[in-house]
Nanobody, 114 residues
């Protein structure tokens, strides 16, 4: 069974950048497309970005297009997906979650504030 562990969250100021990581271990994680979602306080979970199993295709939400990039590294047994976020906005404060094949990580908190 795939297990996911997100990291890289923290406090950033508006306009700054942050890179999140999600390590997928166990199972056959390299067979799965992987996704990033986020959930702001009091709101539902929102799709952010997705990448195919071999990394040859990506999609990002319109709200982050041009600022966020998703990538993955399948070179190791533990596949890692990254979310590079730039020009961050206060409204993007949320818990960011990684998803693969319907399995979810625990999330990592991102706070955008001056």
């Amino acid at each position: 069974q795939v297990q996911l562990l997100e990291s890289g969250g923290g406090l950033v100021q508006p306009g700054e950048s942050l890179r999140l990581s999600c390590v997928a271990s166990g199972g056959t994680s390299s067979n799965f497309g992987m996704n990033w979602f986020r959930q702001a306080p009091g709101k539902g979970r929102e799709f952010v970005a997705a990448i195919t199993s071999n990394g040859d295709s990506t999609v990002v939400a319109d709200s982050v297009k041009g600022r966020f990039t998703i990538s993955r590294d399948n070179a190791n047994a533990n596949n890692t997906v990254y979310l590079q976020m730039s020009s961050m906005e206060p409204g993007e404060t949320a818990v960011y979650y990684c998803d693969a094949g319907g399995m979810w990580g625990q999330g990592t908190q991102v706070t955008v504030a001056s």
